[in-house]
C-alpha cells in the first residue's frame, strides 16, 4: 500500500467519522448475521417468535436437512468449483493476451484494437441473439461450457489490466529486445511476472463472477448434470415457492412439508452456496487499490 | 482513379510490411480478437433478427422479414409504457443514489487514516461478493410475510405488518436500498482510488493558505474527481435502457403482485422467453435496449464533448 502513504497527514480526532463508519458497517452486515441466526433457529420458534437476530431455540437442524442429500450439493459445488477454476485462468490468460498488445504503444494496431475490444462494452446484440448463437449454432445448450464461454472475456478487466500494463516502463521491453527476446519471452518472462497485483485482482473479480453467476445458467442450462450451485438455490426457492402456493401441495406432499423446515434450510443452504467467497475475499483485499484504477480508462 | 493505382498498391505493400513486422503482438491479440469475433459481434448480425419471424430451422438469415410487426406489441400494450418507465426511473436512481453515496463514502474514507480504513472497505466490499440470487434470499429473510424480521418489528412497535411481496409501493424505496447496498462498496473503493492518485501537494498548499476541509472537498477532490466521475456516468448511461435483470428478479422474488413497479425490460423478456416462448417481441425489445443504450451513450459523450473537451470518453 505505497499509496496510502502519500496521505496528507491527518488529525487524529477523527470519531465522528469512524462513528459514521461503524453504522454503515453495520447496515452492510446486519444483513449477513439475520441470515446466519436464522439458519441456527429451530423452526418451531421461527414460526413462532419470527427472525430473530438472537435465536431463542438454537439448532443445527437445517445444516443436517442440507447435507443429508450430498450428492445434489456435491454435484453442483464440483460444477461451480470446476468452472470457476477452469474459467478464471483461462479468462486471466485471454485477458492479459489481448491486453498487452493493447497496451504497447509501439504496437501499430493498438487503437483499433482497443476500440475492437471497448466496442463491445458499448453495443451488444442483446440477450437473444445470443442465445440463438449459444444454442442454435455452437450447440452448447447443456454444456459446461455455456458455463464458462459468455464470462470468458469482460472488457472491463481487459481495460483495467491494459491501463495497468500502460505504466509499466517500455525500457524493459526494449532492452529484452535488444537482447533478441521474442515477444512471446517478453510476454512470458517479463510481463506476466510483472502483472501479479493486477493479475491477483482480476482473478478475484473473475472467479467471484463465475461462482455467483446463475444467468448463463438459468439460460443453458436444463440438464441436471451441469447444474451449479447459483442455479440450484434458485430452482429450491422456486420449488419450496411451488410447494408452498400450489393446492396440489395441500393433500399430498403438505404433511410431508409441514414438517420440513423450510425457513431455516432456506437460510442455509444460502449460506453453504455463498460462503465460500465471502471467506475468501478479504485476502485478496491488498491488491484492490493497486489493481483497479478505472481512472486511467480513458484513451 | 487511375493514377492512384500504383500509389494504392505501395501502401497495400507497406501495410503488409507493418503487419509483417507486428506478427507476433498480432498472434497474441489473436485468441482474444477471434473470440470477440464469434462471441460479441457475431449476435450483432442477430439483431436483424428484430424484424424477421424466427423459425429455429430457418436460422436467423433465413427467416422471413416482417417489417416493424415484433414491435407492435411495445406500442400497443400498457406493458410497454410501464417496463420503459420503470427501467429508465430505476436506472437513474441507481446512478444518482449510487454516485452520491460512493462519493460521501469514499471523501470521509480519504478524511480518516490508518488501519480501519482497510476495515470499513472490506465491510463495504461484502454484499458485492455475494450473488443476487443470495441477495434474493436475504431480502426474503426481513420481508417474509409471517417470520420476516420486519414484520415482526413493525408488530413489536404496534404497527400493522405488511405483505411486501404483494404491494407495489414499498418497492420504490427497497429496490433502490439494496441496489445501493449491494453496489456501493465498488464504486465507493473507485472513487477512493483516484481520490488517492491526487496530488497531495494541492491540499498541502490549500492547508498552508489556511483552506477548511469542507473547501478542499469541494475547490481540489471533486472538481479532480469530475473526469471520474463523468466516465462512469457516461458507461451507466449506455446501460440506462437495461435492466438489472437479477436484483429485479430475485429480489421481488418474480411475485406476479408486484410487477406494476419492480418489471423492468429485462425480467420482462426473459419472461416473454421462458414462459411464452416469444422469441419476436424479446428481439424488438433487445434491439431498442442495444441501439437506444449506444445513443444515449454516444449523445452523453457528445454532450460532455461539448462542456469540456477533455472529459470526454472518447
Given at each position: 500500500?505505497?499509496?496510502?502513504?502519500?496521505?496528507?497527514?491527518?488529525?487524529?480526532?477523527?470519531?465522528?467519522?469512524?462513528?459514521?463508519?461503524?453504522?454503515?458497517?453495520?447496515?452492510?452486515?446486519?444483513?449477513?448475521?439475520?441470515?446466519?441466526?436464522?439458519?441456527?433457529?429451530?423452526?418451531?420458534?421461527?414460526?413462532?417468535?419470527?427472525?430473530?437476530?438472537?435465536?431463542?431455540?438454537?439448532?443445527?437442524?437445517?445444516?443436517?436437512?442440507?447435507?443429508?442429500?450430498?450428492?445434489?450439493?456435491?454435484?453442483?459445488?464440483?460444477?461451480?468449483?470446476?468452472?470457476?477454476?477452469?474459467?478464471?485462468?483461462?479468462?486471466?490468460?485471454?485477458?492479459?493476451?489481448?491486453?498487452?498488445?493493447?497496451?504497447?504503444?509501439?504496437?501499430?494496431?493498438?487503437?483499433?484494437?482497443?476500440?475492437?475490444?471497448?466496442?463491445?462494452?458499448?453495443?451488444?446484440?442483446?440477450?437473444?441473439?445470443?442465445?440463438?448463437?449459444?444454442?442454435?449454432?455452437?450447440?452448447?445448450?447443456?454444456?459446461?461450457?455455456?458455463?464458462?464461454?459468455?464470462?470468458?472475456?469482460?472488457?472491463?478487466?481487459?481495460?483495467?489490466?491494459?491501463?495497468?500494463?500502460?505504466?509499466?516502463?517500455v525500457e524493459i521491453i526494449e532492452s529484452a529486445k535488444i537482447d533478441g527476446s521474442s515477444e512471446f519471452r517478453i510476454f512470458y518472462r517479463i510481463i506476466l511476472p510483472l502483472s501479479t497485483p493486477a493479475l491477483a485482482t482480476l482473478s478475484l473479480f473473475i472467479s467471484f463472477a463465475y461462482?455467483?453467476?446463475?444467468?448463463?445458467?438459468?439460460?443453458?442450462?436444463?440438464?441436471?448434470?451441469?447444474?451449479?450451485?447459483?442455479?440450484?438455490?434458485?430452482?429450491?426457492?422456486?420449488?419450496?415457492?411451488?410447494?408452498?402456493?400450489?393446492?396440489?401441495?395441500?393433500?399430498?406432499?403438505?404433511?410431508?412439508?409441514?414438517?420440513?423446515?423450510?425457513?431455516?434450510?432456506?437460510?442455509?443452504?444460502?449460506?453453504?452456496?455463498?460462503?465460500?467467497?465471502?471467506?475468501?475475499?478479504?485476502?485478496?483485499?491488498?491488491?484492490?487499490?493497486?489493481?483497479?484504477?478505472?481512472?486511467?480508462?480513458?484513451? | 482513379?487511375?493514377?492512384?493505382?500504383?500509389?494504392?498498391?505501395?501502401?497495400?505493400?507497406?501495410?503488409?510490411?507493418?503487419?509483417?513486422?507486428?506478427?507476433?503482438?498480432?498472434?497474441?491479440?489473436?485468441?482474444?480478437?477471434?473470440?470477440?469475433?464469434?462471441?460479441?459481434?457475431?449476435?450483432?448480425?442477430?439483431?436483424?433478427?428484430?424484424?424477421?419471424?424466427?423459425?429455429?430451422?430457418?436460422?436467423?438469415?433465413?427467416?422471413?422479414?416482417?417489417?416493424?410487426?415484433?414491435?407492435?406489441?411495445?406500442?400497443?400494450?400498457?406493458?410497454?409504457?410501464?417496463?420503459?418507465?420503470?427501467?429508465?426511473?430505476?436506472?437513474?436512481?441507481?446512478?444518482?443514489?449510487?454516485?452520491?453515496?460512493?462519493?460521501?463514502?469514499?471523501?470521509?474514507?480519504?478524511?480518516?487514516?490508518?488501519?480501519?480504513?482497510?476495515?470499513?472497505?472490506t465491510t463495504l466490499f461484502l454484499p458485492y461478493f455475494i450473488s443476487l440470487v443470495l441477495v434474493g434470499y436475504i431480502t426474503y429473510a426481513f420481508l417474509e410475510h409471517k417470520s420476516g424480521y420486519l414484520n415482526r418489528l413493525l408488530q413489536d412497535i404496534g404497527l400493522s405488518p405488511h405483505?411486501?411481496?404483494?404491494?407495489?409501493?414499498?418497492?420504490?424505496?427497497?429496490?433502490?436500498?439494496?441496489?445501493?447496498?449491494?453496489?456501493?462498496?465498488?464504486?465507493?473503493?473507485?472513487?477512493?482510488?483516484?481520490?488517492?492518485?491526487?496530488?497531495?501537494?494541492?491540499?498541502?498548499?490549500?492547508?498552508?493558505?489556511?483552506?477548511?476541509?469542507?473547501?478542499?472537498?469541494?475547490?481540489?477532490?471533486?472538481?479532480?474527481?469530475?473526469?471520474?466521475?463523468?466516465?462512469?456516468?457516461?458507461?451507466?448511461?449506455?446501460?440506462?435502457?437495461?435492466?438489472?435483470?437479477?436484483?429485479?428478479?430475485?429480489?421481488?422474488?418474480?411475485?406476479?403482485?408486484?410487477?406494476?413497479?419492480?418489471?423492468?425490460?429485462?425480467?420482462?423478456?426473459?419472461?416473454?422467453?421462458?414462459?411464452?416462448?416469444?422469441?419476436?417481441?424479446?428481439?424488438?425489445?433487445?434491439?431498442?435496449q442495444s441501439v437506444v443504450g449506444l445513443i444515449t451513450i454516444v449523445s452523453a459523450n457528445a454532450a460532455v464533448r461539448r462542456i469540456d473537451e477533455e472529459n470526454a470518453l472518447f
Amino acid at each position: 500500500m505505497e499509496l496510502a502513504l502519500a496521505k496528507p497527514v491527518k488529525s487524529a480526532s477523527n470519531w465522528y467519522i469512524h462513528l459514521f463508519f461503524t453504522l454503515i458497517c453495520l447496515f452492510m452486515i446486519i444483513p449477513f448475521v439475520l441470515v446466519i441466526a436464522v439458519s441456527l433457529t429451530s423452526e418451531n420458534s421461527l414460526l413462532h417468535d419470527g427472525y430473530r437476530f438472537i435465536p431463542k431455540e438454537l439448532s443445527l437442524e437445517a445444516y443436517r436437512i442440507v447435507l443429508k442429500s450430498p450428492e445434489i450439493w456435491l454435484k453442483s459445488y464440483g460444477v461451480t468449483i470446476a468452472i470457476t477454476v477452469v474459467g478464471t485462468a483461462t479468462s486471466l490468460l485471454f485477458t492479459t493476451l489481448t491486453a498487452y498488445p493493447m497496451s504497447r504503444r509501439d504496437f501499430r494496431y493498438h487503437r483499433p484494437l482497443t476500440f475492437y475490444i471497448f466496442f463491445t462494452l458499448l453495443f451488444n446484440g442483446g440477450t437473444i441473439p445470443f442465445y440463438i448463437l449459444m444454442t442454435q449454432y455452437l450447440h452448447l445448450k447443456n454444456s459446461i461450457l455455456a458455463l464458462i464461454i459468455p464470462l470468458l472475456m469482460n472488457p472491463f478487466n481487459i481495460i483495467i489490466m491494459k491501463s495497468y500494463l500502460d505504466k509499466m516502463s517500455v525500457e524493459i521491453i526494449e532492452s529484452a529486445k535488444i537482447d533478441g527476446s521474442s515477444e512471446f519471452r517478453i510476454f512470458y518472462r517479463i510481463i506476466l511476472p510483472l502483472s501479479t497485483p493486477a493479475l491477483a485482482t482480476l482473478s478475484l473479480f473473475i472467479s467471484f463472477a463465475y461462482w455467483n453467476d446463475w444467468f448463463n445458467a438459468l439460460l443453458f442450462i436444463d440438464d441436471n448434470k451441469y447444474v451449479p450451485l447459483q442455479l440450484l438455490l434458485v430452482r429450491i426457492l422456486s420449488q419450496i415457492e411451488f410447494l408452498a402456493n400450489s393446492p396440489l401441495a395441500e393433500t399430498a406432499s403438505k404433511l410431508q412439508f409441514a414438517n420440513f423446515p423450510t425457513l431455516s434450510v432456506r437460510m442455509a443452504m444460502a449460506l453453504v452456496a455463498g460462503g465460500p467467497m465471502m471467506v475468501m475475499f478479504p485476502f485478496f483485499q491488498k491488491y484492490f487499490i493497486k489493481g483497479i484504477t478505472v481512472g486511467s480508462l480513458k484513451n | 482513379m487511375t493514377t492512384s493505382q500504383p500509389f494504392r498498391k505501395r501502401r497495400l505493400l507497406q501495410e503488409f510490411k507493418h503487419l509483417r513486422k507486428n506478427r507476433e503482438l498480432l498472434l497474441l491479440a489473436m485468441p482474444g480478437f477471434l473470440f470477440e469475433l464469434v462471441i460479441a459481434y457475431l449476435p450483432m448480425i442477430g439483431l436483424i433478427l428484430a424484424f424477421k419471424y424466427f423459425r429455429y430451422d430457418q436460422g436467423i438469415l433465413g427467416s422471413k422479414w416482417v417489417g416493424l410487426k415484433n414491435f407492435e406489441f411495445l406500442f400497443k400494450s400498457q406493458d410497454a409504457i410501464r417496463i420503459i418507465r420503470n427501467t429508465l426511473l430505476y436506472n437513474m436512481t441507481y446512478i444518482v443514489l449510487g454516485t452520491l453515496a460512493a462519493l460521501v463514502l469514499s471523501i470521509m474514507l480519504y478524511e480518516v487514516s490508518g488501519r480501519m480504513v482497510k476495515v470499513y472497505q472490506t465491510t463495504l466490499f461484502l454484499p458485492y461478493f455475494i450473488s443476487l440470487v443470495l441477495v434474493g434470499y436475504i431480502t426474503y429473510a426481513f420481508l417474509e410475510h409471517k417470520s420476516g424480521y420486519l414484520n415482526r418489528l413493525l408488530q413489536d412497535i404496534g404497527l400493522s405488518p405488511h405483505k411486501w411481496y404483494f404491494e407495489t409501493t414499498p418497492w420504490l424505496v427497497i429496490l433502490p436500498l439494496v441496489a445501493v447496498w449491494k453496489s456501493v462498496g465498488f464504486s465507493t473503493l473507485i472513487y477512493y482510488a483516484g481520490i488517492v492518485g491526487i496530488n497531495t501537494d494541492y491540499y498541502e498548499a490549500a492547508k498552508l493558505d489556511g483552506a477548511s476541509r469542507l473547501q478542499m472537498i469541494f475547490r481540489i477532490t471533486l472538481p479532480l474527481l469530475k473526469p471520474l466521475i463523468i466516465v462512469v456516468f457516461i458507461l451507466g448511461l449506455g446501460n440506462i435502457f437495461r435492466g438489472d435483470f437479477g436484483l429485479h428478479y430475485f429480489v421481488p422474488n418474480n411475485a406476479g403482485a408486484n410487477l406494476a413497479t419492480t418489471d423492468v425490460i429485462d425480467t420482462y423478456v426473459y419472461r416473454a422467453l421462458s414462459k411464452l416462448g416469444d422469441i419476436n417481441s424479446g428481439a424488438a425489445v433487445g434491439f431498442l435496449q442495444s441501439v437506444v443504450g449506444l445513443i444515449t451513450i454516444v449523445s452523453a459523450n457528445a454532450a460532455v464533448r461539448r462542456i469540456d473537451e477533455e472529459n470526454a470518453l472518447f
